[in-house]
């Protein structure tokens, strides 16, 4: 009784998370073609036992994922016994983990309340809890991203050990198999924790080796698929990245038309998170609850800071 007196709050926001993700979730479940194909491939995994190297293509360049997020949907699918709802529902648990997660980040970084309030933000959302409805690989990426920031108040703010870094290496490891734009993240993140870590050098040196080998560890049918046939991906994300398979990618555009993608690409997001739906730059309830959100989240940092 005394653990539900004091955790009676997060508790019920949990409860909301799981609710709004699983209510006539077998009904509503989103299953396109990348659901049919990704399904299709895991039966086939399932039936021949053979192991699958290459994961889903991407949306542009030409490029595959790492086979990761197969392995991870196969058990809730055989647990469904071959039912497309069985992946949905494990996604659907994922997104109230990462409420829970959200709450412990914000606990450790601001105040309780500060918790409280990115918990109930990330489960009632529209874009947060749609996101997490459907079987879709980068719809993992909330969780294992939340995952790495816990990882990083260890090596950061705490004495870090040998399983500490491990399970970087591992968590960025997911996070490339999931969507590779979270290579931005993991770049960021890696760069934040080399700056942090930069007095004590053989601390950093020692922590990277276990970090690439967690990495490689989770890459490993990757890296197979790619000895095998002539690193065919790498080659195809370096064509990428310099535009050259792209005709419609420039990276050297115009000041002001960069600003013009990036300012309606950040009101796209904002009215898509807090109201479902792509508003557009004018969705007042969408900006009140964005700036609403921002200047809690400062008045907590000034709280704690003082």
Not at 115 to 126: H, K, Q, T, V, W
Not at 270 to 282: M, V
Request: glycine residues 6%.
């Amino acid at each position: 009784m005394n653990f539900l007196r004091k955790h009676y709050l997060i508790i019920l926001v949990l409860i909301v998370a799981l609710f709004l993700r699983l209510y006539n979730l077998s009904a509503t479940v989103t299953f396109l073609e990348d659901e049919g194909r990704d399904l299709l491939i895991v039966k086939r995994l399932i039936d021949q036992q053979r192991p699958v190297l290459l994961g889903p293509q991407t949306s542009t360049g030409n490029m595959y994922l790492g086979p990761l997020y197969y392995y991870i949907i196969t058990p809730a699918l055989l647990l469904a016994k071959m039912d497309p709802v069985g992946p949905a529902i494990l996604i659907a648990i994922s997104g109230v983990i990462t409420t829970y997660l959200l709450y412990l980040l914000g606990k450790d970084w601001y105040s309780r309340a500060a918790g409280r309030m990115a918990s109930f933000a990330f489960a009632i959302l529209p874009l947060a809890v749609t996101s997490t409805r459907s079987s879709w690989n980068p719809n993992l990426v909330p969780l294992i991203a939340t995952l790495m920031l816990l990882v990083y108040n260890r090596l950061v703010f705490a004495r870090p050990t040998t399983k500490t870094w491990l399970a970087y290496g591992i968590l960025i490891g997911i996070m490339v198999q999931l969507h590779y734009m979270a290579l931005i993240y993991c770049g960021v993140m890696t760069l934040a924790i080399i700056w942090h870590k930069r007095s004590h050098l053989r601390e950093l040196f020692s922590g990277a080796i276990w970090a690439l080998l967690g990495f490689g560890l989770l890459l490993l049918p990757f890296i197979v698929f790619e000895i095998r046939n002539d690193w065919v991906n790498t080659g195809a994300l370096t064509r990428f990245l310099q535009a050259k398979d792209e005709p419609n990618i420039r990276y050297h555009l115009p000041l002001w038309l960069w600003w013009d993608k990036v300012s309606k690409t950040t009101y796209r997001l904002i009215s898509s998170t807090f109201t479902g739906k792509d508003a557009g730059p004018y969705s007042l309830p969408a900006v009140i609850s964005f700036f609403t959100l921002v200047c809690f989240s400062t008045w907590q940092a000034i709280k704690t800071k003082h």
